[in-house]
């Protein structure tokens, strides 16, 4: 009896088998009748059955229609499973019986919500590729648009066919001959945003052609308001839990919005804002064309740029940070023409806090940071304390350095843009070789202006070089100026008289040289005192210049522990 009431066995896309009654079956589907005839011819046909392949959904697809059968040709349809049962409908021949059933539901599409369209767009995607040869897919992304519209106050550009309304799917198609309508970003609100979070339930390929019949896709894009969508979907996407599509699904909505990004520019974008896109866009699959043209963008920008805009995490594995995306932003950010060197201190002040927070990466190469230290030229830093520090952090985070190695890392600062405070903190650091201390304490000689002669009309000072020390003396009677002239072997005192030559009366000149003779004496005693303090600086120098040396020798047999990462952004 049992096997009377299921004779016939149906395999489906070689996945599952179903064991039928063959005459409820053949009674629905004309083209399943003749393909039983066919093989009826086989002697075989009792033990295996027949072979169905490429089956519009697969097993779910052939239980569906099943059902329809086993009904005797009563089904509930709805927006959910209708286009499944029109695929298979069409795919089964059923032009008779099931056909018209799907077709007077789809003729009545005006009536849906925009849910009940979306849900059956999303209803499509196990069986794209046959809803969109049938006419489905245009046919529900054009009623789309059209609730969208309605319903928000943003006005969407689709050439939608006078007779979409009303056709069958399979002949709904989109023309040229349509009513266009202006895509326009006029409506910022909520309102008229609201269909934003609905459509991101939507597969890639389903939103591709949705852009793609705003005639948006690609270079084309011109909207705001659909560059602002598919940023909102890419970040909902790429925040989803669950992954159900490659990344490389969204290429190209990924260059979509970066197009619209570009062309918007910095009327629509801040530079903030343009980091927030690069982010998420980044994992997509860009192409170098619109990646090099959102980096160009925001490389005209950098000036207003933060820290944490710079700290984008690295997806490979060479380091917790991006830096090579820095390293083409300034590359970028130099190209500016016109550039001003204000802009480019601001660039630098940036940079100099860049380096303190990778400088902890325990994977960041020496090449690397020196390649962020000296992209820029020096004068784009009044002072190169910030880059002093952020060597440091990464003397302090990479112990094992060699003494070659730690030399290197150095010849980025200019030393004679180092404060003096800094300056004595690197020569007492004993992670700096000896040598760079040395030439950092020499290079201090040159900050210390040399004094002159100047007009009449300006006050004097005496200034004695050294290495840490500037001594003024200003004269009250602003007649004379004593300068100490260093010139080796041959050191002089000179003397000049801003107002002496105009002096004509003879009682006065037995007082200016009294006055000469009081000022020359007061100078040398002070001269004698800064000799007496030379030599002590001296001393401490040497002293620390050898413990220095020791240091170094521990640096290279011990370890020390790190600072830690900063977090992410």
Request: a positive charge; aromatic letters at 8%.
């Amino acid at each position: 009896m049992a096997a009377d009431l299921c004779d016939l066995q149906v395999h489906i896309n070689g996945q599952q088998t179903f064991y039928i009654h063959e005459k409820t079956i053949t009674r629905f589907s004309g083209k399943l009748r003749k393909l039983i005839k066919k093989e009826k011819k086989r002697t075989q046909i009792r033990k295996t059955g027949i072979e169905i392949h490429d089956f519009p959904g697969g097993s779910d697809g052939f239980e569906l229609f099943s059902r329809f059968c086993y009904n005797n040709g009563e089904i509930d349809i709805t927006v959910s499973n209708v286009s499944l049962l029109h695929c298979c409908a069409v795919f089964l021949s059923m032009n008779d019986t099931l056909v018209p059933k799907t077709t007077d539901l789809y003729n009545r599409i005006s009536d849906w919500s925009f849910k009940d369209v979306r849900d059956c767009l999303k209803s499509c995607t196990p069986i794209f590729t046959y809803a969109d040869s049938f006419g489905i897919i245009d046919k529900l992304i054009s009623n789309l648009i059209l609730k969208i519209t309605q319903h928000s106050d943003s006005n969407i550009s689709l050439l939608i066919p006078s007779s979409s309304s009303s056709s069958s799917p399979d002949s709904s198609t989109v023309k040229s001959g349509g009513t266009l309508l202006r895509l326009s970003s006029g409506s910022s609100s909520s309102k008229g945003l609201w269909w934003y979070d609905d459509m991101t339930i939507l597969p890639p390929f389903v939103i591709e052609r949705f852009v793609k019949a705003l005639g948006g896709y690609g270079n084309e894009n011109t909207s705001l308001t659909l560059t602002r969508f598919l940023l909102h979907y890419l970040k909902t996407s790429c925040q989803s839990k669950t992954q159900a599509f490659l990344k490389s699904e969204y290429g190209g909505l990924a260059d979509t919005a970066v197009y619209g990004v570009v062309l918007m520019g910095k009327s629509a974008f801040s530079c903030r804002g343009l980091f927030w896109v690069l982010r998420i866009v980044s994992g997509f699959g860009l192409s170098r064309e619109c990646r090099g043209g959102l980096e160009r963008l925001i490389g005209g920008m950098l000036d207003q740029a933060k820290v944490d805009d710079l700290l984008v995490s690295n997806s490979g594995s060479s380091g917790v940070y991006d830096v090579n995306l820095v390293l083409r932003l300034i590359r970028e950010s130099n190209k500016v023409e016109g550039v001003c060197l204000e802009r480019m201190k601001k660039v630098g002040g940036l940079l100099d806090k860049y380096l303190g927070e990778i400088a902890p990466d325990q994977s960041l190469k020496i090449s690397k940071f020196l390649g962020v230290a000296e992209s820029l030229p020096d004068c784009a830093r009044d002072c190169f304390d910030g880059v002093y520090k952020a060597i440091d952090i990464y003397l302090e985070s990479h112990p094992c350095l060699s003494l070659e190695e730690r030399s290197r890392l150095c010849r980025c600062l200019n030393y004679e843009k180092l404060s003096l405070e800094a300056c004595k903190d690197l020569a007492k650091n004993p992670r700096i070789p000896p040598r760079i201390a040395v030439q950092a304490l020499v290079s201090q000689h040159s900050n210390i202006p040399t004094v002159y002669t100047n007009d009449h009309h300006q006050d004097y000072s005496y200034i004695i070089n050294d290495h840490t020390h500037q001594t003024p003396l200003t004269k009250s009677s602003r007649e004379l100026m004593v300068l100490y002239n260093n010139n080796g072997a041959h050191d002089h005192l000179q003397y000049d008289s801003a107002d002496h030559s105009s002096r004509t009366s003879s009682r006065y000149d037995q007082a200016d040289k009294e006055l000469d003779e009081g000022v020359v004496k007061l100078n040398l005693q002070k001269m004698q005192w800064r000799v007496v303090e030379l030599e002590k600086v001296c001393r401490e120098m040497k002293g620390q210049m050898s413990k220095m040396v020791k240091g170094d020798r521990v640096m290279l047999s011990g370890s020390s522990h790190g600072r830690p990462l900063p977090r992410l952004c």
